[in-house]
């Protein structure tokens, strides 16, 4: 090899190394200095929602913390759909940020054509909270216990009227669930919105209904509804007297949980940072507070730990699904 060879390796040698430095450099400047300008928070549901809610003190924690405006924006419509799809199709920048909830799991096995693959298109951020759902009778039911509930719906085959916020919500395939590992044959009211499957629930018109602790907290402590059991491996503190339903029957674990995306190729310098920020606002006891008065648990943890709980999600709801042979509307 020539010395002018050499020499040229040398220096070709020194500056990709000065290079590589120089991006480590931006990477890390990027990082420290996003956001720059407000970021929008899309939630795909509409506003009131416990999504919502949720979203909305995450938001609050984000702005306060970065300086930056987080902004709430609720693109409703095509059962979580059309504002999942507008962030897949959004830059990737860490300016346009997805509010991702169970459905999206189970959206992947409900619709056969999406115009996205959202395990491929959407990068996990954080998971935030896990809340409980709550298997719920009308008074009138007289099945005061889980075994006693399924002895009473095999004695009816048919005729007990199982409730849900609509077809593919967290709700209706947490009762699928129930129904493929008992056996039961159980009639599903799909409603549009968890609010109206409460109020038929009150009114008799439907036997049961699987709806996250929250929403019914306070028709079950006055008697106007009856919990049998929550959907959790553990109990909630928001009803510690309730059993679960996995203690009648082994295995049973449904939940709503939510956690944030971003759509794919966005710098992982700024999918690390809002990690981190999310994971201190779970740490926060203001936080804290806020999410146990909904009966949740906080998820916390990596990016990786988010991308394994979706996977796990979307294969767990995907048989449950195909077993119910449910259609989106």
Aim: proline letters at 7%; one cysteine or more.
């Amino acid at each position: 090899m020539t010395l002018r060879r050499r020499r040229f390796l040398k220096l070709a040698g020194a500056a990709a190394a000065a290079c590589a430095v120089a991006a480590a450099t931006c990477d890390i400047a990027r990082a420290q200095a996003y956001p720059t300008r407000p970021v929008h928070l899309i939630v795909a549901t509409t506003a009131g929602a416990t999504t919502d809610i949720v979203a909305r003190l995450t938001a609050q924690w984000l702005t306060d913390r970065l300086g930056q405006q987080f902004i709430v924006e609720n693109r409703p419509g095509g059962g979580n759909n059309i504002g999942t799809e507008a962030v897949v199709r959004a830059p990737a920048d860490g300016y346009t940020l997805l509010f991702v909830n169970a459905v999206n799991a189970i959206n992947a096995t409900l619709f056969e054509k999406l115009s996205y693959n959202f395990i491929a298109d959407i990068v996990p951020v954080a998971g935030i909270i896990r809340v409980p759902l709550v298997m719920q009778v009308n008074p009138s039911v007289p099945a005061k216990t889980v075994p006693e509930f399924i002895a009473y719906a095999r004695s009816n085959p048919g005729k007990v009227n199982m409730a849900s916020a609509g077809i593919g919500s967290t709700p209706h395939v947490a009762g699928e669930l129930f129904k493929m590992m008992t056996g039961l044959d159980m009639l599903h009211v799909p409603y549009r919105g968890g609010a109206q499957a409460i109020t038929d629930l009150l009114g008799g018109q439907v036997q049961v209904m699987f709806e996250p602790v929250a929403g019914p907290l306070e028709h079950l402590r006055s008697g106007r509804l009856r919990a049998l059991a929550v959907t959790t491996t553990t109990r909630s503190a928001a009803l510690p007297d309730v059993p679960t339903v996995g203690e009648f029957v082994p295995g049973y674990e449904a939940s709503s949980w939510y956690g944030i995306g971003v759509p794919k190729g966005t710098p992982a310098d700024i999918v690390d940072k809002l990690n981190r920020e999310v994971n201190a606002a779970l740490d926060d006891p203001r936080m804290k507070a806020r999410f146990a008065d909904l009966g949740a648990d906080v998820l916390a943890g990596s990016p990786a730990d988010f991308a394994r709980l979706i996977a796990d999600e979307t294969a767990k709801w995907g048989k449950v699904v195909k077993f119910s042979g449910a259609k989106p509307e």
